[in-house]
């Protein structure tokens, strides 16, 4: 969990009556917390308990002697013991908490200079809750996932650590022979194939003076070194035919050094693999169900990012016809979600990360889920998605099944008519709205509107977007296009001028109902349109009045 710098976290004493009066003016959350505390305030349970909560968060100021609608009511709490209260909190939560005493001109004003807690080290309370945190206005205790963030804020690098006990004769050497191989071949070092073994994992940062580590352990160390020293690095692969089935069709695990395994992990998979062919004019084309790079990303993605102090859990791998499913244990980092990890890139076993990365296997830019999802989408299967992770699980769909190969080979007439790449973003964009989703923020819209590619529906912030009348043609559904645009602006405007004819007038009520979907301002443009083109009036007060047709309508 991000510690961010407070100002003035550390100047205790001295602050004015301005710089006070600006934090009444600030968003009461993590950083400030202010109680009333008009008589008296819990030194057993509320104040070591607040304390805690924004040392656990960050770090703050609690605030004695303002009202919940920001007014200074003044406290008289520890009126005559603030001087000793940094002591007692210093004695129960073990972090040093200044305290300072403002007389401000409306009441007498309690602050409490609360620091963030030391990395790695949780404050813990001694009031009502062992670890106390925020929810909302209240204090709740902290749940387990937020309270092992701040645990693992100082863990090194799980893949460095050293293995006790670990040699190189507890080693594979066909799965050190792999990594050597491919090494050399993505230096362009055929040199490296003659380094003995000792100085080759030196050289990759695996072994140092203290030892072999966990990433030697896990991508070299023999299948019985595994089972006894980390039984948890493992990988389990499940085929079904059909998806719905309890019962596995076939099952295998690895607990093997990854880098002899890698490739049969592959080989596994593919040998379920399905072809889908499909023609394209005189052309034949195929896809597979599981494409090599995809799958590889993924698996790779797995064991680099997986928490391997979970032990009781493996890498769990199910496949059938319709999809490809992957579970790591462990949930994301803090601060990434299913929504932004296209956009953030963290290693939570670096040292792994950077093997892979000297082997050639990934990129150190963390582009593999960005291939996951671009190479997909070209394939027309649709998003692979996350939504399926958890606190403790983080769970990858591949779709296996081409959804719409006319929308692929739609954007690559008009990429190759227009003469322009689709780089992975815009494609991304481009499937989000061929799956009708919201977006928000059309970052290419003038390119795709330029090159036909999509059309606008509406206006403001009503705006919506939908692929263009072409695409809907080529496989003759322009029906779904007539559904999806529905009416134009001008037949919306008829639509008015109708019901105004039929009922003499409407207000908006009316209008709203006859046009859910459409927001009150975009409606109300249409009122304004008809009315500045003469074709209608407002009549009566601006709430209460209604529009009715200009008398020569």
Avoid at 180 to 205: C, H, I, T, V, Y
Avoid at 352 to 380: C, H, N, P, W, Y
Wanted: charged letters at 30%; a positive charge.
């Amino acid at each position: 969990m991000q510690k961010l710098e407070i100002s003035g976290m550390l100047k205790a004493m001295g602050t004015t009556i301005e710089e006070f009066d600006c934090w009444l003016k600030q968003i009461e959350g993590t950083r400030l917390e202010f109680k009333a505390a008009a008589s008296s305030f819990s030194t057993d349970k509320d104040l070591p308990d607040y304390c805690a909560a924004l040392a656990n968060e960050g770090g703050g100021k609690l605030v004695l002697g303002v009202g919940p609608d920001r007014r200074v009511v003044g406290t008289k709490a520890f009126q005559t013991t603030h001087n000793k209260l940094s002591h007692d909190l210093l004695t129960k939560l073990k972090i040093r908490i200044d305290v300072e005493e403002l007389s401000h001109p409306k009441g007498r004003i309690l602050i409490f200079h609360v620091p963030p807690c030391p990395p790695g080290h949780p404050v813990r309370s001694t009031g009502k809750y062992a670890y106390p945190m925020r929810a909302g206005e209240s204090l709740v205790e902290m749940d387990l996932m937020t309270l092992k963030a701040l645990l693992n804020e100082a863990d090194p690098d799980f893949s460095r650590l050293t293995v006790s006990g670990l040699s190189l004769s507890d080693l594979d050497g066909e799965a050190l022979g792999n990594f050597r191989r491919l090494w050399s071949q993505k230096a362009n070092r055929p040199d490296f194939n003659d380094f003995p073994d000792e100085k080759m994992l030196r050289s990759a940062g695996l072994l140092t003076d203290a030892g072999l580590n966990y990433a030697s352990l896990i991508l070299f160390g023999k299948k019985e070194k595994i089972d006894q020293q980390l039984p948890g690095s493992e990988i389990i692969y499940e085929w079904r035919q059909e998806v719905q089935k309890t019962s596995h069709d076939y099952r295998i695990s690895w607990r093997e050094p990854f880098f002899k395994v890698f490739d049969l992990i592959w080989n596994t998979i593919n040998a379920r693999n399905l072809r889908m062919p499909f023609q394209e004019g005189l052309f034949q084309r195929e896809v597979y169900a599981f494409s090599e790079k995809p799958i590889r990303e993924a698996l790779l993605n797995a064991i680099a990012h997986r928490d391997y102090t979970i032990h009781s859990r493996s890498i769990f791998i199910m496949a059938s016809p319709s999809d490809f499913v992957i579970e790591s244990p462990g949930g994301f980092l803090p601060g990434i979600t299913p929504e932004n990890v296209l956009y953030k890139r963290e290693w939570r076993n670096r040292c792994i990360a950077e093997t892979f990365e000297k082997a050639g296997l990934v990129e150190r830019s963390g582009q593999g889920m960005d291939d996951i999802f671009e190479i997909t989408i070209r394939e027309g299967k649709g998003l692979p998605n996350l939504s399926g992770s958890d606190a403790t699980t983080v769970k990858l769909r591949i779709p296996a099944q081409v959804k719409d190969k006319s929308f692929i080979l739609f954007l690559e007439k008009i990429a190759n008519e227009k003469r322009f790449l689709i780089c992975f973003e815009e494609l991304l964009e481009l499937e989000r709205i061929r799956q009708l989703q919201p977006v928000s923020h059309l970052q290419y819209k003038n390119k795709f509107i330029q090159a036909g590619i999509v059309e606008t529906i509406g206006r403001t912030r009503g705006t919506k977007y939908i692929l263009s009348h072409r695409y809907y043609a080529r496989e003759g559904k322009t029906g779904i296009h007539t559904r999806l645009a529905g009416l134009s602006r001008d037949q919306k405007k008829e639509l008015i001028l109708n019901h105004l004819r039929k009922n003499k007038k409407g207000v908006m009520k009316d209008f709203q109902d006859a046009f859910p979907d459409l927001r009150r301002s975009d409606i109300h443009n249409l009122l304004q349109e008809l009315k500045k083109s003469g074709q209608i009036i407002h009549k009566g007060a601006r709430q209460s009045g209604y529009w009715t047709l200009q008398e020569s309508n």
